[in-house]
Nanobody, 127 residues
Framework: QVRLVESGGRLVQAGGSLRLSCAAS????????MGWFRQAPGKEREFVAA??????????KYADSVKGRFTISRDNPKNTVFLQMNNLRPEDTAVYYC??????????????????WGQGTQVTVSP
């Protein structure tokens, strides 16, 4: 069992930057793929970014809407995953969730396939 706790969300102006953190506890996440999803009011949870486990190359994948603006990274010794968000837009406003995948799924964009979830952190981008 792994527990995920997100932090770093807050109100920011359009064009600004934020860095979200996801701290894992209970066991190492070194063998998990890790990801970020977001959910805006009235919308379904959507994929933002993922990074595979080191054994799979630590490769990254992004939603088209954030490509070139967001960067996912992981610090395995610290059992932490980050999401650096630059050039934020009002449409990025959502609750951002960290997720862990221990089954090494193929379709990383599908939220229901991920095993573990954090409680979320609110990101609000003002115009």
């Amino acid at each position: 069992q792994v527990r995920l706790v997100e932090s770093g969300g807050r109100l920011v102006q359009a064009g600004g930057s934020l860095r979200l953190s996801c701290a894992a506890s209970g066991r190492t996440i070194e063998n998990d793929n890790m990801g970020w999803f977001r959910q805006a009011p009235g919308k379904e949870r959507e994929f933002v970014a993922a990074i595979t486990r080191p054994r799979s190359g630590g490769t990254t994948k992004y939603a088209d809407s954030v490509k070139g603006r967001f960067t996912i990274s992981r610090d395995n010794p610290k059992n932490t995953v980050f999401l650096q968000m630059n050039n934020l837009r009002p449409e990025d406003t959502a609750v951002y969730y960290c997720a862990a995948d221990s089954a090494h799924i193929v379709n990383l964009e599908t939220a229901r396939l991920w095993d573990y979830w954090g409680q979320g952190t609110q990101v609000t981008v003002s115009p």
